[in-house]
């Protein structure tokens, strides 16, 4: 297992950005494939952006691609999601999430083995 730790959440009009961080503990990061997911009040939790442990691949969800991007540094054990062009509809509690999957990349929960505690995000429109 290891232990994450969101950050860079907060409140930002719409067409703005923000990064949020993800800080791992362990010296197994870099063998975790990572992703970033969020829920929105009275939905349920949604994939996001994945990326695998190399940070060779990455996938995204239909509605944030080409607006966000996901990235890694294994050395400071840390993921990334950059968000741009913000829209009100990306209002939610973003989580950070640890897995494995054969294919390389989380895209579902059910790939995933550890989660952080969450970020909020909220976009003004």
């Known amino acids: 297992q290891v232990q994450l730790v969101e950050s860079g959440g907060g409140l930002v009009q719409g067409g703005g950005s923000l990064r949020l961080s993800c800080a791992a503990s362990g010296r197994t990061f870099r063998t975790y494939a990572m992703g970033w997911f969020r829920q929105a009040p009275g939905k349920e939790r949604e994939f996001v952006a994945g990326i695998s442990w190399s940070g060779s691949s990455t996938y995204y969800a239909e509605s944030v691609k080409g607006r966000f991007t996901i990235s890694r540094d294994n050395a400071k054990n840390t993921v990334y999601l950059q968000m741009n062009s913000l829209k009100p509809e990306d209002t939610a509690l973003y989580y950070c999430?640890?897995?494995?999957?054969?294919?390389?990349?989380?895209?579902?929960?059910?790939?995933?083995?550890?989660w952080g505690q969450g970020t909020q995000v909220t976009v003004s429109s």
């Open positions: 999430a640890a897995g494995k999957n054969p294919k390389g990349v989380i895209t579902t929960t059910q790939h995933v083995g550890s």
